[in-house]
């Protein structure tokens, strides 16, 4: 049961990230900035960051202060990425 928690958490962190800076995941999967195994990719990697407070706090901020993901985000490359290109 704590693994299902954890995956479920990290899924609704990252999508709450992305939102955060103004990206919509599912969108992204529409137009092709990001495929299905990139989306597993970025909920696994947020699994296994150590920060899940400072992700939280992050997130609680206005999400016009988010000029992109913090340094602590494991998946600020992609995120960033994908902000870019949309």
């Not at 800076?21 to 696994?44: F, I, K, N």
């Not at 296994?48 to 992109?68: D, I, Q, R, T, V």
Request: with cysteine; net charge negative.
């Amino acid at each position: 049961m704590q693994m299902l928690f954890a995956t479920d958490r990290s899924f609704w962190h990252t999508v709450g990230m992305a939102k955060s800076l103004g990206v919509s995941l599912t969108d992204a999967l529409a137009d092709g900035r990001l495929d299905h195994g990139g989306y597993s990719e970025l909920v696994s990697a947020c699994k296994a960051c150590p920060h899940p407070k400072h992700c939280l706090a992050f997130m609680s901020e206005p999400a016009e202060s988010a000029a992109g993901a913090p340094g602590f985000c494991a998946n600020k490359q992609t995120l960033d990425l994908i902000a870019e290109m949309g």
